[in-house]
């Protein structure tokens, strides 16, 4: 795989970090899976990373939980109106979480992941333990109209 160079050479250790993109979340609603290739750890040998990814909830319709302000066609973030423990694998997190999701347009343009940073989720699971994962956290979304299938949110999605 053809590592990603565009950013700025970054020597770590005596190695030159190299890194591809993240892949598109797995999933498009509910916990997904993205991966990438990087040599960034002690060995400075390339290996396949994974981190969660957490998109959209699943089984609500944004367009009623998305409230857009008067005299605007868009609105880029949302969040839920508690906090919620994330599932992964039937374990659960050790704590309730409220993260932000990109929001809706209506005038044809496109909601995508602006910013983001990568956080570490701790779950729980029965009678098995624990484990940590790292996370896409989404900080930013922006609303643009250079969409492949304008209205589709998820049309030009690239995981920071």
Do not use: H
Request: with cysteine; glycine share 4%; charged share 25%.
């Amino acid at each position: 795989m053809p590592a990603y160079r565009n950013l700025p050479l970054i020597w770590k250790r005596n190695c030159l970090v190299q890194a591809t993109k993240w892949t598109p979340c797995s999933r498009t609603c509910g916990m997904g899976i993205s991966t990438r290739v990087t040599n960034e750890n002690s060995q400075c040998e390339m290996r396949k990373e994974k981190r969660l990814c957490y998109i959209q909830p699943c089984n609500i319709n944004v367009s009623k939980v998305v409230k857009i302000p008067k005299g605007r066609t868009c609105q880029p973030t949302f969040q839920l109106s508690k906090a919620e423990k994330f599932f992964f694998s039937g374990c659960s997190s050790t704590q309730n979480y409220k993260p932000t999701f990109c929001g809706i347009c209506l005038d044809k343009r496109c909601c995508i992941p602006n910013k983001s940073k990568m956080i570490t989720i701790q779950f729980d699971c029965p009678k098995e333990g624990s484990f940590k994962w790292k996370m896409l956290w989404i900080t930013s979304c922006v609303c643009q109209r250079n969409c492949r299938d304008p209205g589709d949110m998820f049309s030009e999605l690239k995981i920071l």
